[in-house]
């Protein structure tokens, strides 16, 4: 009586078509987390304009200033030491923020703001425009 053997295993055609799913899978979740992650980015330099904004203000109560614009120096005593904005006027993409006079929002630096068009409309920087 002949011996066979039988193995289990998956054949190439079966491993190849796994492939391929995992494959269209990524190529679908890749772009939703890329464009995750510049909204991200976008977030913490609104964040940031918000930090600066309120700094601007305790500088102008404190040195009774109203229309005026400080230096990113001037406002640094208001940050907390150790923090990016403690660290320097730069944002994530390495350009400086608009401190703007005292009496006007700042604002992000324009190259920055067309890095992130693609995913952050004038809207989403509202009122830091």
Do not use: C, H
Not at 14 to 26: D, G, N, Y
């Amino acid at each position: 009586m002949p011996t066979t053997r039988k193995t289990k295993a998956f054949t190439l055609v079966e491993i190849m078509v796994v492939v391929a799913i995992i494959a269209l899978l990524a190529s679908l979740a890749v772009p939703g987390f890329l464009r995750a992650r510049k909204r991200s980015l976008g977030t913490v330099m609104k964040n940031d304009l918000r930090w600066i904004d309120s700094a601007k203000d305790q500088y102008a109560i404190e040195y009774q200033k109203s229309n005026l614009t400080p230096s990113f120096e001037d406002l640094t005593p208001y940050f907390k030491s150790g923090t990016r904005l403690g660290l320097g006027n730069s944002d994530l993409f390495g350009s400086s923020y608009i401190i703007n006079n005292l009496s006007t929002l700042p604002q992000v630096n324009g190259v920055t703001k067309a890095a992130l068009l693609d995913v952050l409309d004038d809207a989403f920087w509202s009122p830091f425009q």
